[in-house]
């Protein structure tokens, strides 16, 4: 038998921080925390090589007193609690006093600080949880925390951490969320020297979301402002017309902390159900706010879960109210008589499908369709004709239907309904809302997402060509100017072979 002994605390902090200290982001995440926490206003992070080799975090909150900098890096040792009822009170988004710990142990810590009502500030240096120095320095008000070379002494970890580029990705992708989470602070992200993301922190939230997502996104999304008895939901709202593929930017607050919670996520699509197509995802930036006694933060330190005291009525409601607020904006486009001119207003006006004509459309996908448009003087799949010409119904319509199947999506994928033959008998009836052509063939009424079938199209013929090497690129002229988020910068810049091909 191996003998038993207890292990020393540099070893315990080592293996405690691996709960906390996964890699630069989480890092980053608990020094941001805390200077939000201290009442900062203003922050500002640096990193280089991914954060890998540097972090620095400044912030302009309170500073700690120079009787506690020591204390502030022992393991447990926090401000924030100090009994365990304060934790159904807590509104800080630290209270476990685990992080300063972690980060000193496994990295190089310089940590400088100051308090309002102190003279001078506090230089404490400290490497893999061992004290170096303790000096006078001057500095203003506030903390600045860097963090050298992570992992350096614990090399098994260190192997784990991807490159420099996917790391600061991440950093980049959590600064955003930051700022998201409070419009009232201004934030400064600096990689390897370049300013990367900047908000001003006047608390408009509409702002923030401008700076990172773009004036396409920003002009699509609606307000939302209610109260209930449990919550206050606020934030905006993203038109269908800005709907995305997955659930990425589903994005919401709970008391300013950015979290993940199958509750609320469930409750916003519920919210959108009838106003999405189907495996379509809400784009939403959302904050709740509710008093702390309905909540439970301390489910893990990292992992970002909630627990809700009433799960029930929370959902309900939220989805309710997403629903009502999306309703009034009143979705539906309005079909225009013939001859009366829609009258243009920049923020009503739908984003323009930026569909070509039919004709430029693959032949293959579209030859029947082609036939089908030509023949039908009055149907245009011009866009800007559609808006103002009336449809056309050949055929009267019957009173009633009888659904005899329940409608799908994946039915349309079906190499049935595609095949040449098929689309033989395929039978355009018309375009609605200026999106979606009717298909009669088989006794079925098809809904085809134009937009989408097109982008199916041009995928495919894309795929085709890069399979066969044959592709053809040209300059555009004037150029298309699109934002992109720091995480699909990244991904740009990473496959930028394929795009220049
Ligand atoms: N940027 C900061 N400004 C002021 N005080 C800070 C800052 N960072 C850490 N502290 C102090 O150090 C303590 C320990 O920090 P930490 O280990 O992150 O634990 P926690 O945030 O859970 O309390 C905090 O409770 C706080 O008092
Ligand atoms: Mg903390």
């Given at each position: 038998?191996?003998?038993?002994?207890?292990?020393?605390?540099c070893?315990?902090?080592?293996i405690a921080?691996?709960?906390?200290?996964?890699r630069?982001?989480?890092?980053?995440?608990?020094?941001?925390?805390?200077?939000?926490?201290a009442?900062?206003?203003?922050?500002?992070?640096?990193i280089?090589?991914?954060?890998i080799?540097?972090?620095?975090?400044t912030?302009?909150?309170?500073?700690?007193?120079?009787?506690d900098v020591k204390t502030?890096?022992?393991?447990?040792?926090?401000?924030?609690?100090h009994?365990?009822e304060?934790?159904?009170h807590v509104?800080?988004?630290?209270f476990?006093?685990?992080?300063?710990s972690?980060i000193?142990?496994?990295?190089?810590?310089?940590?400088?600080t100051?308090?309002?009502?102190?003279l001078?500030?506090s230089?404490?240096?400290?490497?893999?949880?061992?004290?170096?120095?303790m000096?006078e320095?001057?500095a203003?008000?506030?903390?600045?925390?860097?963090?050298r070379?992570l992992?350096?002494?614990?090399?098994?970890?260190?192997?784990?951490?991807k490159k420099?580029?996917?790391?600061s990705s991440?950093?980049?992708?959590?600064?955003?969320?930051?700022a998201?989470?409070?419009?009232?602070i201004?934030?400064?992200?600096?990689?390897?020297?370049?300013?990367?993301?900047?908000?001003?922190?006047n608390g408009?939230l509409?702002?923030v979301?401008?700076?990172?997502?773009?004036?396409?996104?920003?002009k699509?999304m609606?307000?939302?402002?209610?109260?209930?008895e449990?919550?206050r939901i606020?934030?905006?709202?993203?038109?269908?017309?800005?709907?995305?593929?997955n659930?990425?930017f589903?994005t919401?607050?709970?008391?300013?902390?950015?979290?993940?919670?199958?509750?609320?996520?469930?409750?916003i699509?519920?919210?959108?159900?009838?106003?999405l197509?189907q495996h379509?995802?809400p784009?939403?930036?959302?904050?709740?706010?509710?008093e702390?006694?309905?909540?439970?933060v301390?489910?893990?330190?990292t992992?970002?879960?909630l627990?809700?005291?009433k799960?029930i009525?929370?959902?309900?409601?939220?989805?309710?109210?997403?629903?009502?607020s999306?309703?009034?904006k009143?979705q539906?486009?309005?079909?225009w008589?013939k001859?009366?001119?829609?009258e243009?207003k920049?923020?009503?006006?739908?984003?323009?499908?930026?569909?070509?004509p039919?004709?430029n459309?693959s032949?293959?996908?579209?030859?029947?369709?082609?036939?089908?448009v030509?023949?039908?003087?009055?149907?245009?799949?011009?866009?800007?004709k559609?808006?103002?010409t009336?449809?056309?119904?050949?055929?009267?319509?019957?009173?009633?239907?009888?659904?005899?199947e329940?409608v799908?999506?994946?039915?349309?994928?079906?190499?049935?309904?595609?095949?040449?033959?098929?689309?033989?008998?395929h039978?355009?009836?018309?375009?609605?809302?200026?999106?979606?052509?009717l298909l009669?063939y088989?006794?079925?009424?098809?809904?085809?997402?134009?937009h989408a079938?097109?982008?199916k199209v041009?995928?495919?013929?894309?795929?085709?060509?890069?399979k066969?090497?044959?592709i053809?690129?040209?300059?555009?002229?004037p150029?298309?100017?699109?934002?992109?988020?720091e995480?699909?910068k990244?991904?740009?810049f990473?496959?930028s072979?394929?795009?220049q091909?």
């Open positions: 038998m191996a003998k038993i002994s207890v292990l020393d605390n070893t315990i902090d080592k921080a691996g709960e906390v200290v996964e630069p982001l989480s890092v980053v995440k608990e020094l941001v925390e805390n200077a939000i926490d009442g900062a206003d203003s922050i500002t992070v640096e280089k090589e991914g954060g080799s540097f972090i620095r975090v912030d302009n909150g309170h500073g700690i007193d120079v009787k502030a890096f022992f393991r447990h040792a926090t401000s924030k609690i009994t365990i304060d934790l159904l509104k800080s988004l630290g476990r006093g685990e992080a300063l972690s000193a142990a496994v990295s190089q810590v310089e940590l400088i100051k308090t309002k009502n102190a001078v500030a230089r404490y240096v400290i490497e893999g949880g061992q004290e170096k120095s000096e320095v001057g203003p008000t506030g903390t600045t925390m860097i963090v070379n992992f350096y002494n614990t090399p098994a970890r260190r192997k784990f951490l420099p580029a996917t790391e991440y950093v980049g992708e959590l600064l955003e969320y930051m998201l989470s409070r419009p009232d201004s934030f400064h992200y600096v990689n390897q020297n370049q300013l990367k993301l900047y908000t001003s922190g408009i509409k702002n979301i401008y700076q990172i997502y773009g004036k396409d996104i920003a699509n609606i307000e939302i402002d209610k109260r209930t449990y919550f606020a934030g905006y709202l993203g038109l269908p017309l800005i709907s995305r593929g659930r990425t589903e919401y607050f709970v008391n300013h902390r950015y979290i993940k919670s199958t509750v609320i996520t469930k409750a699509e519920e919210g959108y159900q009838g106003f197509m379509k995802f784009f939403t930036i959302l904050h709740l706010e509710m702390s006694k309905w909540l439970d301390n489910v893990h330190p992992k970002m879960e627990r809700f005291a799960e009525q929370m959902y309900e409601r939220l989805s309710q109210e997403i629903k009502q999306l309703l009034k009143e539906i486009p309005e079909i008589e001859g009366r001119k829609k243009e920049e923020e009503d006006v739908p984003e323009k499908i930026c569909l070509p039919i004709l459309v032949k293959e996908a579209s030859a029947h369709l082609k036939e089908k030509l023949e039908e003087e009055d149907f245009s799949f011009d866009n800007k559609n808006q103002s009336p449809m056309q119904v050949e055929e009267p319509i019957p009173d009633y239907y009888v659904m005899t329940e799908s999506q994946e039915k349309i994928f079906q190499p049935s309904f595609l095949t040449k033959e098929a689309r033989k008998s039978r355009v009836i018309g375009q609605i809302f200026g999106t979606y052509w009669e088989e006794q079925q009424l098809y809904i085809v997402d134009q079938a097109h982008e041009l995928y495919e013929q894309l795929v085709k060509e890069m066969s090497k044959e053809t690129s040209q300059v555009i002229s150029p298309i100017i699109f934002s992109v988020t995480k699909e990244d991904a740009l990473q496959y072979s394929y795009f091909k």
